[in-house]
Nanobody
Framework: VQLQASGGGLVQAGGSLRLSCAVSGRTFSSSVMGWFRQAPGKDSEFVASIRWTGSSTYYADSVKGRFTISRDNAENTVYLQMNSLKPEDTAVYYC???????????????WGQGTLVTVSS
């Protein structure tokens, strides 16, 4: 399994970005896809997750109402639409695939390389 994250960049506060995570390899219906982020000098932080089938999603409180996770099963791609971005959203964003559903990074066994999001004030 390989994960390829893309879509990061520089955006002003209040702006939007959409991250993509292309998944290659086998994807089981029980799989869960997640987004995490790591800001400079800080620990990794869970952002959002989605089941590969069904409609269940899970968000960190810090992004709830601003970020939306979605997937395109036909394209084997997961997205993170980020609106109303804040400077504190600046981080490297990683997509991950696992079997858990939620914020525990130990539940995710495959990780992408990360894409940098920088939000200027």
């Amino acid at each position: 399994v390989q994960l390829q994250a893309s879509g990061g960049g520089l955006v002003q506060a209040g702006g939007s970005l959409r991250l993509s995570c292309a998944v290659s390899g086998r994807t089981f219906s029980s799989s869960v896809m997640g987004w995490f982020r790591q800001a400079p000098g800080k620990d990794s932080e869970f952002v959002a997750s989605i089941r590969w089938t069904g409609s269940s999603t899970y968000y960190a409180d810090s992004v709830k109402g601003r970020f939306t996770i979605s997937r395109d099963n036909a394209e084997n791609t997961v997205y993170l639409q980020m609106n109303s971005l804040k400077p504190e959203d600046t981080a490297v964003y990683y997509c991950a695939k696992g079997i858990g559903f939620g914020p525990d990074p130990n539940s995710y066994h495959h990780w992408g390389q990360g894409t940098l999001v920088t939000v200027s004030s």
